[in-house]
C-alpha cells in the first residue's frame, strides 16, 4: 500500500467552496460541534432536504485546527452497490491501493497513524455497510473521529446522534415572511417532495393560526405551487383565490404571482401576458427582482406546453441568469433543457446538463435523479434514450409531484412515435394525456392528444361530472365559496380545518368543471335550487 501524506497541510478537504451564506443555524452547529467532542462517532438524522450535510461541512470547517490531519469527506450519494463503501473512502482520502491487500485492511493502516476528522456524507442506502466499515475503523484507529449524515441512524454501539429538524418557522413581521424561508426553498432546490410538501403545509397552516396577513399570500403561493405539481389543480385554484381574497381585504401593495402561476400552468397565453404586463411596471419600481425571474420560470412552462420552444429557451436562459441565492434550480433547468432539444438547439444544453447533473447528484432524491434522467434522454438517441426514459419513469412513480411524472410519460411517448413503435407509443402517451388533461396542465394535454391522433388512435373528450353528484358537505363548501367566504371562515362556520375545506373545494372544482370562485358562483347560479339543494 502506498503511503499517501495526509497531515501534509491542515484543513478542509473535499468540501468544495461555500457559494452562500449560512444563515438560521447558528445553535445546531454549536450543538453538534459539542456532540463530537464527546462522541467519537456523531451521526446526523433528518429528512431529506432539511440541511444535514450543509450542518457537518460547517461543523466541519470550525473543529479542523482541532485535527493534525483535517478533516475529510467521503461523499456516498453516488455509491451504488454497499461493497464499494471502503474503495469509496478510500478514494476521497487519497489512498493509493496496492494490489492484493483488502481495501478496508489498507484503510486501517493509513488511519491508525492519523489524527483526523472523517465525514461520511448521504449514508442511509448503505447503512449497513457502513456501520460494518466504521465498526472495523473505530478501535483501529483512535485519534479519528466520524461524522455521518444519514435520514436514520447507523445503529452501532457508542454513536452519538443528531437530529435535525427543519428550519424554525417564525413568521417576522417583513413581506417576505414564511414563503421566504431557507427549509422551504433548499427542499424544492433540492427536489425533496416530501419536504417540500411537509414545509410548506406547516408554513401555511402557521400563517393562518397566528394571523400573519402580510406572509399568508406568500405562504399560500408556495403551497399553490406543490398543490399543482402533485396534481391537484382544484385546490390549487382554491387557495390562489384565497390569496386574492386576503390581498384585496388587507389592501396589501403585494404584487401577487397565483393567478399569473395557474394561466402558465394552464397554459393560458393571452391571460398570463396581460397579468404580468399589468404588474411589471410596479415590479420594477420595487426592485422584485426574483418576482421576474419566477414568472420566466412560468414562461417557459407555458411555452413548452405550446411547443413555442424558442420562446420557452428565451425564458429559462433570463431565469437561470436572474437565479440568485441557492441558483438555478432543478425545475428550472429542466425547462431551459427541454427547450433546446425541443428547438433543434443541443448544442446549448451542455452546460445546463451538467450543471443539472451535478446538483442531482448532491440532492439524491428521486425527483432530482428521475428528472435528470428525463432531460438527458431527449439528448441521447437509440438504447441510451430508451433506457434513460424508463428510469425516470420508475424513479418519477415513487414520488408525490406527480406533474414531472406525467411528462415524462408524454415525452417517452413522443420518443416512441418518432421511432416509429406506434403501439409502444400509444401506451405512454394514454397515460400522459390522462394524467395532464386531469392535472389542468392544458398545453401538454394538447401536445399528448396530438401525438395518439399521429398514432391512428382516437382521442375521447373528458366528461364533466354534474352538481347532482356533490355530496351534501361539499355542497356546503361550494355555497360558502360562491358568497366570499374564505377557507378559514368556511371551516369556522362548518367545524372543518382550513386544509380540509381545501380539499373539499378542490373536488367540487374538479367535478363542476371550474377554476375559479368566480366561476364557481356562475355554476351554481345557473343551476338553480333544483341542482343545488339547500344547506339548512
Given amino acids: 500500500m502506498g503511503r499517501v501524506a495526509l497531515g501534509a497541510e491542515v484543513g478542509v478537504h473535499g468540501f468544495g467552496v461555500a457559494l452562500t451564506s449560512f444563515v438560521g443555524r447558528a445553535r445546531e452547529v454549536d450543538e453538534l460541534a459539542g456532540l463530537l467532542a464527546a462522541y467519537r462517532l456523531v451521526t446526523v438524522t433528518g429528512p431529506g432536504g432539511v440541511g444535514k450535510t450543509r450542518l457537518a461541512a460547517e461543523v466541519a470547517r470550525r473543529v479542523a485546527g482541532q485535527f493534525a490531519d483535517g478533516v475529510w469527506l467521503a461523499e456516498l450519494a453516488g455509491v451504488s452497490e454497499p461493497g464499494l463503501v471502503p474503495a469509496a473512502v478510500a478514494t476521497a482520502l487519497g489512498l493509493q491501493q496496492a494490489p492484493g491487500v483488502p481495501v478496508t485492511d489498507s484503510l486501517v493502516a493509513l488511519l491508525a497513524r492519523q489524527q483526523l476528522l472523517l465525514v461520511l456524507d448521504n449514508c442511509e442506502h448503505v447503512l449497513a455497510s457502513v456501520a460494518d466499515l466504521c465498526g472495523v475503523l473505530l478501535p483501529a484507529a483512535d485519534d479519528v473521529r466520524f461524522l455521518l449524515t444519514s435520514r436514520v441512524p447507523v445503529g452501532i454501539g457508542g454513536e452519538g446522534r443528531y437530529r435535525l429538524a427543519p428550519l424554525g418557522l417564525p413568521v417576522p413581521g417583513g413581506p417576505r415572511g414564511i414563503a421566504g424561508s431557507d427549509a422551504c426553498r433548499i427542499a424544492r432546490a433540492l427536489a425533496d417532495d416530501e419536504a417540500w410538501d411537509e414545509l410548506t403545509a406547516r408554513h401555511l397552516d402557521l400563517a393562518r393560526r397566528v394571523g400573519a396577513f402580510s406572509a399568508l399570500p406568500f405562504a399560500l403561493t408556495d403551497r399553490v405551487l406543490v398543490e399543482l405539481f402533485c396534481?391537484?389543480?382544484?385546490?390549487?385554484?382554491?387557495?390562489?383565490?384565497?390569496?386574492?381574497?386576503?390581498?384585496?381585504?388587507?389592501?396589501?401593495?403585494?404584487?401577487?404571482?397565483?393567478?399569473?402561476?395557474?394561466?402558465?400552468?394552464?397554459?393560458?397565453?393571452?391571460?398570463?401576458?396581460?397579468?404580468?404586463?399589468?404588474?411589471?411596471?410596479?415590479?420594477?419600481?420595487?426592485?422584485?427582482?426574483?418576482?421576474?425571474?419566477?414568472?420566466?420560470?412560468?414562461?417557459?412552462?407555458?411555452?413548452?406546453?405550446?411547443?413555442?420552444?424558442?420562446?420557452?429557451?428565451?425564458?429559462?436562459?433570463?431565469?437561470?441568469?436572474?437565479?440568485?441565492?441557492?441558483?438555478?434550480?432543478?425545475?428550472?433547468?429542466?425547462?431551459?433543457?427541454?427547450?433546446?432539444?425541443?428547438?433543434?438547439?443541443?448544442?446549448r444544453a451542455t452546460g445546463p446538463l451538467a450543471q443539472l447533473a451535478e446538483i442531482t447528484r448532491a440532492a439524491g432524491t428521486d425527483w432530482a435523479l428521475g428528472t435528470h434522467a428525463r432531460t438527458a434522454a431527449m439528448l441521447a438517441e437509440g438504447i441510451t434514450a430508451e433506457r434513460l426514459y424508463r428510469e425516470a419513469i420508475e424513479r418519477l412513480s415513487?414520488?408525490?409531484?406527480?406533474?414531472?411524472?406525467?411528462?415524462?410519460?408524454?415525452?417517452?411517448?413522443?420518443?416512441?412515435?418518432?421511432?416509429?413503435?406506434?403501439?409502444?407509443?400509444?401506451?405512454?402517451?394514454?397515460?400522459?394525456?390522462?394524467?395532464?388533461?386531469?392535472?389542468?396542465?392544458?398545453?401538454?394535454?394538447?401536445?399528448?392528444?396530438?401525438?395518439?391522433?399521429?398514432?391512428?388512435?382516437?382521442?375521447?373528450?373528458?366528461?364533466?361530472?354534474?352538481?347532482?353528484?356533490?355530496?351534501?358537505?361539499?355542497?356546503?363548501?361550494?355555497?360558502?365559496?360562491?358568497?366570499?367566504?374564505?377557507?378559514?371562515?368556511?371551516?369556522?362556520?362548518?367545524?372543518?380545518?382550513?386544509?380540509?375545506?381545501?380539499?373539499?373545494?378542490?373536488?367540487?372544482?374538479?367535478?363542476?368543471?371550474?377554476?375559479?370562485?368566480?366561476?364557481?358562483?356562475?355554476?351554481?347560479?345557473?343551476?338553480?335550487?333544483?341542482?343545488?339543494?339547500?344547506?339548512?
Fill in 398 to 536: 415513487r414520488i408525490r409531484t406527480r406533474a414531472t411524472l406525467a411528462r415524462a410519460h408524454l415525452l417517452y411517448g413522443e420518443w416512441l412515435r418518432r421511432e416509429n413503435r406506434r403501439v409502444d407509443a400509444r401506451e405512454q402517451l394514454r397515460v400522459a394525456h390522462a394524467m395532464l388533461a386531469g392535472m389542468g396542465m392544458e398545453a401538454f394535454a394538447e401536445r399528448a392528444r396530438r401525438e395518439l391522433l399521429a398514432t391512428g388512435e382516437t382521442v375521447r373528450k373528458r366528461t364533466i361530472e354534474t352538481l347532482d353528484e356533490l355530496t351534501p358537505q361539499e355542497v356546503q363548501v361550494a355555497r360558502l365559496a360562491a358568497g366570499g367566504q374564505t377557507n378559514p371562515e368556511i371551516g369556522a362556520q362548518l367545524f372543518l380545518s382550513p386544509r380540509t375545506v381545501e380539499w373539499h373545494l378542490g373536488k367540487v372544482f374538479g367535478k363542476l368543471g371550474v377554476a375559479s370562485r368566480r366561476e364557481l358562483r356562475a355554476a351554481l347560479s345557473g343551476a338553480g335550487s333544483a341542482a343545488v339543494p339547500s344547506s339548512n
Fill in 231 to 347: 396534481g391537484r389543480v382544484g385546490v390549487a385554484t382554491s387557495l390562489a383565490a384565497e390569496s386574492d381574497a386576503v390581498v384585496e381585504a388587507t389592501g396589501s401593495q403585494v404584487q401577487l404571482r397565483t393567478s399569473i402561476v395557474l394561466a402558465n400552468w394552464r397554459a393560458r397565453d393571452a391571460e398570463a401576458v396581460a397579468l404580468m404586463d399589468e404588474r411589471r411596471q410596479d415590479v420594477l419600481r420595487r426592485g422584485e427582482g426574483l418576482w421576474l425571474a419566477a414568472n420566466d420560470w412560468g414562461n417557459a412552462i407555458r411555452y413548452n406546453g405550446l411547443g413555442r420552444y424558442e420562446e420557452a429557451l428565451a425564458a429559462a436562459e433570463r431565469a437561470a441568469e436572474d437565479a440568485r441565492g441557492l441558483g438555478p434550480s432543478i425545475l428550472l433547468l429542466a425547462e431551459l433543457i427541454e427547450a433546446t432539444a425541443r428547438s433543434g438547439q443541443a448544442e
